[in-house]
């Protein structure tokens, strides 16, 4: 159903919730994610350098701006909102950058772990998913010693669907179609 999200309409963001701001990216957030995607911590479970340049990040935020122009959505910007801090990221990509399923993807800093922020944002997205973007499935994969990912996942009211190969690597999947399966975690 990825052609759901394919339309021309006003996507309304930012997406707000009791703790967090979900906005848009820009490249003002570039030092920031720099420091996050730098940290070994947080790049164990994911597929980036954590030695990348700052140049490479500029990139990155790059393609996520162009991500969101072309499809109406990206890995957007966490804001906490007690402290005006980038948290992280969450939001949704095109698998592999092409498809045709359609993945919630999240990181965070090591700062913000703990807090249940991965889970309040991931509930956000996916209910924005569903209610703005017309998604009518949605797929989140994380490497299966990931247990943190994991519990996340299950929280939000995603269910383990297979095990697959992603990114060059072996991954647990999982999946979403019915709205009513968010969790309020």
């Given at each position: 159903?990825?052609?759901?999200?394919?339309?021309?309409?006003?996507?309304?963001?930012?997406?707000?919730?009791e703790?967090?701001?979900?906005?848009?990216?820009?490249?003002?957030?570039?030092?920031?994610f720099?420091?996050?995607?730098?940290?070994?911590?947080?790049?164990?479970?994911l597929?980036?350098?954590?030695?990348?340049?700052?140049?490479?990040?500029?990139?990155?935020?790059?393609?996520?701006?162009?991500?969101?122009?072309?499809?109406?959505?990206?890995?957007?910007?966490?804001v906490?909102?007690?402290?005006?801090?980038?948290?992280?990221?969450?939001?949704?990509f095109?698998?592999?950058?092409?498809?045709?399923?359609?993945?919630?993807?999240?990181?965070f800093?090591?700062?913000?772990?703990?807090?249940?922020?991965?889970t309040?944002?991931?509930i956000?997205?996916l209910?924005?998913?569903?209610?703005?973007?017309?998604?009518?499935?949605?797929?989140?994969?994380?490497?299966?010693?990931?247990?943190a990912?994991?519990?996340?996942?299950?929280?939000?009211?995603?269910?383990?669907?297979r095990?697959?190969?992603?990114?060059?690597?072996?991954?647990?999947?999982?999946?979403i179609?019915?709205?009513?399966?968010?969790?309020?975690a």
């Open positions: 159903m990825l052609d759901a999200c394919w339309h021309d309409e006003f996507v309304p963001l930012p997406i707000e919730t703790r967090l701001i979900i906005r848009s990216p820009s490249f003002e957030d570039v030092e920031a720099h420091d996050i995607m730098t940290d070994e911590r947080v790049t164990e479970f597929p980036i350098d954590p030695n990348a340049s700052i140049e490479e990040s500029r990139r990155r935020a790059e393609r996520r701006m162009q991500h969101e122009v072309a499809h109406g959505f990206t890995l957007w910007t966490v906490d909102r007690a402290t005006g801090e980038i948290a992280g990221a969450c939001g949704f095109l698998v592999e950058g092409v498809g045709p399923e359609i993945e919630l993807a999240y990181h800093s090591a700062d913000h772990w703990n807090k249940g922020f991965a309040e944002a991931a956000a997205c209910r924005f998913g569903f209610e703005e973007l017309k998604l009518g499935r949605i797929v989140a994969m994380t490497f299966p010693e990931n247990f990912s994991r519990r996340v996942l299950e929280k939000v009211g995603m269910t383990l669907e095990k697959a190969e992603y990114y060059g690597r072996d991954m647990v999947v999982y999946a179609e019915d709205p009513n399966d968010i969790s309020a």
